[in-house]
């Protein structure tokens, strides 16, 4: 009879100490695509058409008008308040670091995909993407990251 109880009670600590821990988060993968004049990043939803698009538009800058930056990422433990996915951005004409934010919400244990895109004037003034990085925060903490090598 005592077994059972001590499981019990065993099981309400442990989920009442988890619901006190800080947010917990990754950022799985980032994946920067070109967009073309119309806004399309692919002509089919096959990957390799995309990825064949992907390396025309490579090839031919004065078809593009922008970027799209496809995040996976996952967070545990996270509180009521909304989290902000943010890339920064070094461009090869602007001096400065471009960066873009989104409010995103976690609802659940699986990952989620959030997109931000630099678009029209503004891609036309970064210029060509040298280096990135993402991150992800809760509040004001950040708690997750992920950059490209000459970040």
Do not use: C
Request: aromatic share 12%; net charge positive.
């Amino acid at each position: 009879m005592r077994w059972p109880t001590l499981i019990l009670s065993f099981w309400f600590a442990a989920a009442f100490a988890t619901q006190s821990t800080a947010a917990e988060g990754r950022i799985i993968k980032v994946l920067p695509h070109f967009l073309d004049r119309q806004g399309r990043h692919a002509l089919s939803p096959s990957l390799y058409d995309r990825d064949a698009y992907q390396a025309v538009l490579r090839k031919h800058p004065d078809k593009r008008s922008g970027l799209r930056f496809d995040i996976q990422w996952k967070a545990k433990f996270a509180g009521p308040n909304p989290m902000k996915l943010r890339i920064e951005l070094r461009g090869t004409q602007l001096g400065e670091v471009q960066s873009l934010e989104q409010t995103v919400q976690n609802k659940g244990p699986f990952s989620r995909w959030s997109a931000l895109t630099v678009q029209n004037e503004a891609y036309e003034e970064l210029g060509d993407v040298v280096a990135w990085r993402a991150t992800l925060w809760d509040g004001e903490r950040m708690i997750a990251e992920q950059k490209s090598f000459l970040w």
